[in-house]
C-alpha cells in the first residue's frame, strides 16, 4: 500500500497519540514498531487488528516494521506456518522492513545476557518439577513460597547453567528462574521461569540448543536488540509489562523499547484461541486451515473476503484499552461494503428449473446486453445468450402462490432480468409430483424488459440459457458456530451442523467458467462469490462469500 492509502485508512487513537508526542517532544528519531507471530498456526482476523496497527503506525509516521519469528518452541513450529504468516501479511497489503527476523537469530547473545544474570545473582537454577513451581508460586492474594534452591551459589547456579545448554539433563530436570520477587502483587513477578531444557529440533538453529528461552525473557530482549521504540501487544501482556521492564533494566541491552497493550479482537460467532482452531483442523470439523468457514486469513481469503474490507473493518473498530465484543455483522457489512463497488455482475443459478419458451423458435439463440455494473457505466456491457430452453431458479416459481408473490406463478407475467417478459401457463411434474418444467410463453415486443404499450410486472427475475450455461458446484458457507458466543472450553458442542451447504447442480454463465480468475463476482440476486482452489475446467467450484441481505447496516442506518 501507498504512504497516502495508509494515511486514509488508519483512524486515530491512543497509540497513535502516544506516537505523535514521542516524536513531538523528540524521544525518537524514528518510529520502529514489529509484528512477532510466533510460528505454531496460521493468522486470523484477530491478528490483522494487529498487523494493521504495527505497519500502519509504521508506514503511516514514516517508520518502519520489522517481521519478527518468536520462534522460541521448536516442538510447535513448522515451516508451512512460517510461509503462511508472509504471504498473509503481503496479501493484507503490508510490507515488512528487509527480511524477516526470528527470536532464534538473538540465541546467542541472550544466553549470554541469561549468564550475565546468574552471575549478578539474579538469576538461579531451579530443580523443581513444572508442578512444583506451579504450586509454589502462590495466588493472587497470598505470596509464593521461595525456592529451596533459590539460594544456591552463584558458581553452582553457573556450572548447571552451562551443562544444561551442553545437554547433560533430561527435558523438565531444571530450569533457569529470574530471581526477583516472591512475595510481590504481580505474579509473573514471582521468579519467573526464563529458560527450560527442551531437546528438540529446531527449524532453524537445528539441534545446537538443548535449552530455549521463555517468550517473556525473549520478547523483550529481541525488541531491544532490533531497536523497537513501540512494542505493541494485547492487553493480556499488560500484567506482564513489570518484568518485561525489569529484565530491560538488569541487561546490558542496546535500546530501550516501551512496551504498550491494546484490546483484542473479539467477535460473535467466533473463536480466536489458537488452541481452538489447530483442534478444529486436527479433529476434521474443518477441511483445513483455509476452510472458508474459518476465521484465519487463509479462510477468508478463500472464501473471497478482500484484504481492503478488513483493513476497513479494522479502522471501524479502532484501537481500545478495554475489552469488548464485535458484532460480526459489522465485519459483515464491511465485506458487502467493498464488493458492492467492486465486483462485476453475473447470473448463476443455483438450483435450476426448467423453462420452455414454447412460442420461441427453435435450435434459435440471440445474445442480449448485460450490465457489468450497475454503478459503473465504465465496467461495460457483456453479451448473454437467450433461446428457447432456459433455466430459472426453483424457488422463483410456485404453483399456488400465496398473496404477495410477485414471481412466476401459472398465469403471471415476469420479467427475465435484460431479455423479455413471459408467462407461464403450463407445469409438467414428475412421477413424484415434483415440478420438473414450466411450459411459458414470451412477448417478443418487450426484448430488453420493457413493454411498449406500458404494462408493468411486479417482479424481475435472472436466468441462464440451457444450452449455453455451464455447470457448477457452489459452496453455500454459513457461521461455523451456532451461538454467538461460542463456549471455547467445549467448542464441538456449539458446531453449526449447518455451516455448509454444497449445490452440485448449479448453472453459471460461460464467462464466469471458463474465467481462471480469483476476482469475486456478485452473482444478482443471490450474493457474492469465488472461484474456489478446488475448480477443475470441465467443474468450476464457486464459494459464496457473503450473501446480499445487511441486518448490521439496517441497525445502523447505514446503506446496503
Same mark, same amino acid.
Given at each position: 500500500?501507498?504512504?497516502?492509502?495508509?494515511?486514509?485508512?488508519?483512524?486515530?487513537?491512543?497509540?497513535?497519540?502516544?506516537?505523535?508526542?514521542?516524536?513531538?517532544?523528540?524521544?525518537?528519531?524514528?518510529?520502529?514498531?514489529?509484528?512477532?507471530?510466533?510460528?505454531?498456526?496460521?493468522?486470523?482476523?484477530?491478528?490483522?487488528?494487529?498487523?494493521? !496497527? %504495527?505497519?500502519?503506525?509504521?508506514?503511516?509516521?514514516?517508520?518502519?516494521?520489522?517481521?519478527?519469528?518468536?520462534?522460541?518452541?521448536?516442538?510447535?513450529?513448522?515451516?508451512?506456518?512460517?510461509?503462511?504468516?508472509?504471504?498473509?501479511?503481503?496479501? @493484507?497489503?503490508?510490507?515488512?522492513?528487509?527480511?524477516?527476523?526470528?527470536?532464534?537469530?538473538?540465541?546467542?547473545?541472550?544466553?549470554?545476557?541469561?549468564?550475565?544474570?546468574?552471575?549478578?545473582? !539474579?538469576?538461579?537454577?531451579?530443580?523443581?518439577?513444572? $508442578?512444583?513451581?506451579?504450586?509454589?508460586?502462590?495466588?493472587?492474594?497470598?505470596?509464593?513460597?521461595?525456592?529451596?534452591?533459590?539460594?544456591?551459589?552463584?558458581?553452582? %547456579?553457573?556450572? !548447571?547453567?552451562?551443562?544444561?545448554?551442553?545437554?547433560?539433563?533430561?527435558?523438565?530436570?531444571?530450569?533457569?528462574?529470574?530471581?526477583?520477587?516472591?512475595?510481590?502483587?504481580?505474579? *509473573?513477578?514471582?521468579?519467573?521461569?526464563?529458560?527450560?531444557?527442551? /531437546?528438540?529440533?529446531? #527449524?532453524?538453529?537445528?539441534?545446537?540448543?538443548?535449552?530455549?528461552?521463555?517468550? =517473556?525473557?525473549?520478547?523483550?530482549?529481541?525488541?531491544?536488540?532490533?531497536?523497537?521504540? /513501540?512494542?505493541?501487544?494485547?492487553?493480556?501482556?499488560?500484567? /506482564?509489562? #513489570?518484568?518485561?521492564?525489569?529484565?530491560?533494566?538488569?541487561?546490558?541491552?542496546?535500546?530501550?523499547?516501551?512496551?504498550?497493550?491494546?484490546?483484542?479482537? %473479539?467477535?460473535?460467532?467466533?473463536? @480466536?484461541?489458537?488452541?481452538? @482452531?489447530? $483442534?478444529?483442523?486436527?479433529?476434521?470439523?474443518?477441511?483445513?486451515?483455509?476452510?472458508?468457514?474459518?476465521?484465519?486469513?487463509?479462510?477468508?481469503?478463500?472464501?473471497?473476503?478482500? #484484504?481492503?474490507?478488513?483493513?476497513?473493518?479494522?479502522?471501524?473498530?479502532?484501537?481500545?484499552?478495554? *475489552?469488548?465484543?464485535?458484532?460480526?455483522?459489522? !465485519?459483515?457489512?464491511?465485506?458487502?461494503?467493498?464488493?458492492?463497488?467492486?465486483?462485476?455482475?453475473?447470473?448463476?443459478?443455483?438450483?435450476?428449473?426448467?423453462?420452455?419458451?414454447?412460442?420461441?423458435? $427453435?435450435?434459435?439463440?440471440?445474445?442480449?446486453?448485460?450490465?457489468?455494473?450497475?454503478?459503473?457505466?465504465?465496467? +461495460?456491457?457483456?453479451?448473454?445468450?437467450?433461446?428457447?430452453?432456459?433455466?430459472? $431458479?426453483?424457488?422463483?416459481?410456485?404453483?399456488?402462490?400465496?398473496?404477495?408473490?410477485?414471481?412466476?406463478? #401459472?398465469?403471471?407475467?415476469?420479467?427475465?432480468?435484460?431479455?423479455?417478459?413471459?408467462?407461464?401457463?403450463?407445469?409438467?411434474?414428475?412421477?413424484?409430483?415434483?415440478?420438473?418444467?414450466?411450459?411459458?410463453?414470451?412477448?417478443?415486443?418487450?426484448?430488453? +424488459?420493457?413493454?411498449? =404499450?406500458?404494462?408493468?410486472?411486479?417482479?424481475?427475475?435472472?436466468?441462464?440459457?440451457?444450452?449455453?450455461?455451464?455447470?457448477?458446484?457452489?459452496?453455500?458457507?454459513?457461521?461455523?458456530?451456532?451461538?454467538?458466543?461460542?463456549?471455547?472450553?467445549?467448542?464441538?458442542?456449539?458446531?453449526?451442523?449447518?455451516?455448509?451447504?454444497?449445490?452440485?447442480?448449479?448453472?453459471?454463465?460461460?464467462?464466469?467458467?471458463?474465467?481462471?480468475?480469483?476476482?469475486?463476482?456478485?452473482?444478482?440476486?443471490?450474493?457474492?462469490?469465488?472461484?474456489?482452489?478446488?475448480?477443475?475446467?470441465?467443474?468450476?467450484?464457486?464459494?459464496?462469500?457473503?450473501?446480499?441481505? =445487511?441486518?448490521?447496516?439496517?441497525?445502523? +442506518?447505514?446503506?446496503?
Amino acid at each position: 500500500m501507498t504512504t497516502e492509502t495508509v494515511a486514509a485508512e488508519a483512524g486515530r487513537d491512543f497509540i497513535r497519540d502516544i506516537v505523535q508526542a514521542d516524536l513531538d517532544a523528540g524521544r525518537h528519531k524514528q518510529i520502529v514498531t514489529r509484528f512477532p507471530p510466533e510460528p505454531n498456526g496460521y493468522l486470523h482476523i484477530g491478528h490483522a487488528k494487529s498487523i494493521a !496497527l %504495527n505497519f500502519g503506525i509504521a508506514q503511516e509516521f514514516a517508520g518502519r516494521c520489522n517481521l519478527r519469528f518468536d520462534d522460541t518452541n521448536p516442538t510447535k513450529e513448522e515451516q508451512e506456518y512460517i510461509d503462511s504468516i508472509q504471504a498473509d501479511v503481503r496479501w @493484507l497489503g503490508y510490507h515488512w522492513a528487509g527480511e524477516p527476523l526470528y527470536a532464534s537469530d538473538y540465541f546467542e547473545r541472550l544466553y549470554e545476557w541469561a549468564e550475565g544474570l546468574v552471575r549478578a545473582g !539474579l538469576a538461579y537454577i531451579d530443580d523443581q518439577s513444572q $508442578e512444583q513451581i506451579r504450586a509454589s508460586r502462590g495466588t493472587l492474594t497470598e505470596p509464593g513460597k521461595d525456592s529451596p534452591f533459590r539460594e544456591r551459589p552463584v558458581a553452582e %547456579n553457573l556450572d !548447571l547453567f552451562r551443562r544444561m545448554k551442553a545437554g547433560e539433563f533430561a527435558n523438565g530436570a531444571r530450569v533457569l528462574r529470574a530471581k526477583i520477587d516472591m512475595a510481590s502483587g504481580n505474579i *509473573n513477578l514471582r521468579d519467573p521461569v526464563l529458560y527450560r531444557i527442551l /531437546h528438540a529440533h529446531h #527449524p532453524r538453529t537445528g539441534d545446537k540448543w538443548s535449552i530455549y528461552p521463555s517468550y =517473556d525473557y525473549a520478547h523483550g530482549q529481541s525488541d531491544a536488540i532490533e531497536g523497537i521504540t /513501540h512494542s505493541i501487544c494485547t492487553l493480556e501482556f499488560e500484567d /506482564h509489562r #513489570p518484568l518485561y521492564d525489569w529484565l530491560l533494566d538488569k541487561l546490558p541491552v542496546p535500546s530501550r523499547p516501551h512496551q504498550y497493550e491494546f484490546a483484542r479482537l %473479539n467477535l460473535t460467532y467466533t473463536l @480466536l484461541s489458537k488452541r481452538v @482452531l489447530t $483442534e478444529l483442523v486436527r479433529s476434521g470439523h474443518v477441511s483445513g486451515w483455509d476452510d472458508p468457514r474459518m476465521p484465519t486469513i487463509a479462510g477468508l481469503k478463500r472464501r473471497g473476503v478482500p #484484504p481492503a474490507a478488513i483493513r476497513e473493518f479494522v479502522k471501524r473498530i479502532g484501537v481500545a484499552k478495554a *475489552n469488548s465484543v464485535v458484532d460480526v455483522g459489522m !465485519l459483515e457489512f464491511c465485506i458487502r461494503e467493498e464488493l458492492n463497488r467492486t465486483a462485476l455482475r453475473r447470473m448463476a443459478v443455483l438450483r435450476p428449473l426448467k423453462v420452455v419458451i414454447e412460442n420461441y423458435p $427453435e435450435r434459435q439463440l440471440e445474445e442480449l446486453d448485460a450490465v457489468n455494473h450497475p454503478d459503473d457505466p465504465a465496467r +461495460g456491457t457483456r453479451k448473454v445468450a437467450f433461446g428457447r430452453e432456459l433455466y430459472i $431458479e426453483r424457488d422463483d416459481f410456485m404453483e399456488n402462490p400465496p398473496k404477495k408473490f410477485f414471481r412466476l406463478s #401459472p398465469g403471471n407475467e415476469v420479467r427475465l432480468r435484460y431479455a423479455y417478459f413471459i408467462k407461464c401457463h403450463d407445469v409438467v411434474k414428475d412421477a413424484a409430483g415434483e415440478v420438473v418444467e414450466l411450459r411459458c410463453t414470451y412477448d417478443p415486443a418487450t426484448r430488453g +424488459g420493457n413493454a411498449p =404499450d406500458g404494462r408493468k410486472v411486479k417482479a424481475t427475475m435472472h436466468w441462464l440459457s440451457a444450452a449455453q450455461s455451464r455447470p457448477a458446484e457452489i459452496r453455500l458457507y454459513h457461521q461455523l458456530f451456532a451461538k454467538p458466543n461460542p463456549d471455547a472450553t467445549n467448542f464441538a458442542g456449539d458446531l453449526n451442523p449447518q455451516s455448509l451447504e454444497i449445490l452440485t447442480d448449479a448453472r453459471v454463465e460461460p464467462a464466469i467458467a471458463d474465467a481462471n480468475s480469483s476476482d469475486v463476482v456478485q452473482f444478482e440476486r443471490q450474493g457474492y462469490f469465488v472461484r474456489d482452489s478446488d475448480s477443475t475446467p470441465q467443474r468450476p467450484v464457486f464459494n459464496r462469500t457473503i450473501g446480499l441481505r =445487511d441486518t448490521f447496516a439496517k441497525e445502523v +442506518g447505514g446503506k446496503g
